[in-house]
């Protein structure tokens, strides 16, 4: 069995329509596929939706809606993390990927830090270019997550397949 499904934080509905707006307008200036904005807490899992529904309603169930402030736009040549809003270190991101850990038993497919893509691909000098033209705008600025979801996304799986299969509003106080 090869891994399929992936663990996500989402935005807000509001802040989730611009996002989307930046990824789509960002992949087809860079010629690469445009996804869902997220953040990724696990990804490349072996569990399937039905094995993570429980331990992911808990987790939703005790964590608050996230407030988090854009630290920097970021650059880098890895695929995935191409261009992307680096967050400032938070305390829910690290127990959200050792809660998943647990119930996964491995740490592979773990994001190494808090981060939301704008664009993935190959790192260029318009790639850079963009990312210091959206530093003006997303530089400081609070993105709310309010979602947690399993969604069907592997590296192993075209951009273009990924989808949402469960999602799991964030209520804890």
Sequence with gaps: MSPEYSV??????????AL????????????????????????DMLQSPEQLAAPLSRLAAET?????RV???????????????????????????????AC????????????????????RPETVKQREELAITFNAREIVFDRLAVCRSSKDIPITDWLIVAQYPLTGR
Excluded: N
Aim: charged share 20%.
């Design 20 to 43: 989307t707006q930046t990824i789509s307008s960002l992949s087809t200036q860079l010629g690469e596929s445009a996804f869902t904005p997220h953040v990724t807490i696990q990804g």
């Design 104 to 123: 996964t038993r491995t740490h592979e497919g773990m994001s190494p830090y808090p981060h939301l893509s704008l664009a993935y691909g190959q790192l």
């Design 64 to 68: 608050p809606v996230q407030r988090w």
């Design 8 to 17: 996500w934080l989402l935005p807000e509905a509001v802040q989730e329509e």
């Design 71 to 101: 630290e920097r736009l970021e650059c880098s040549s890895h695929f995935f993390r191409c261009l992307f809003l680096r967050f400032a270190h938070e305390p829910v991101f690290d127990h959200l990927q050792s809660e998943l850990k």
